[in-house]
Nanobody
Framework: QAQVVESGGGLVQPGGSLRLSCVAS????????VGWYRQAPGKERELVAL???????NYADSVKGRFTLSRDNAKNTAFLQMNSLKPEDSAVYYC??????????????WGQGTQVTVSS
């Protein structure tokens, strides 16, 4: 088994910054894709940023130029640096990872979510 755990959410004023972290642990041979989704109350879960197996990062149009996804392969950790935050960025942010386990099979994992609230 593997798991992913997020951290770094909180309350921030508009225009502020937060950095989310996502750590994958357990039965991991490689992390083939990793990214972040978010879900606001009454809305569907939406993609924020995703690093694909080909090395490309897809960002939602609403966060381009403000959010940056990065990863530290040695630590099985991904980060989402969020700058110039807006109230509409408020949501529960979920880490998503596609993990190749030692068996060779791929599995998708979701974190438990971390709340981001942007408010004055």
């Amino acid at each position: 088994q593997a798991q992913v755990v997020e951290s770094g959410g909180g309350l921030v004023q508009p225009g502020g910054s937060l950095r989310l972290s996502c750590v994958a642990s357990g039965d991991i041979f490689s992390i083939n894709a990793v990214g972040w989704y978010r879900q606001a109350p009454g809305k569907e879960r939406e993609l924020v940023a995703l690093l694909n197996s080909d090395g490309n990062i897809n960002y939602a149009d609403s966060v381009k130029g403000r959010f940056t996804l990065s990863r530290d392969n040695a630590k099985n950790t991904a980060f989402l640096q969020m700058n110039s935050l807006k109230p509409e960025d408020s949501a529960v942010y979920y880490c998503y990872a596609v993990v190749a386990r030692l068996s060779g099979f791929e599995y998708a994992y979701w974190g438990q979510g971390t709340q981001v609230t942007v408010s004055s």
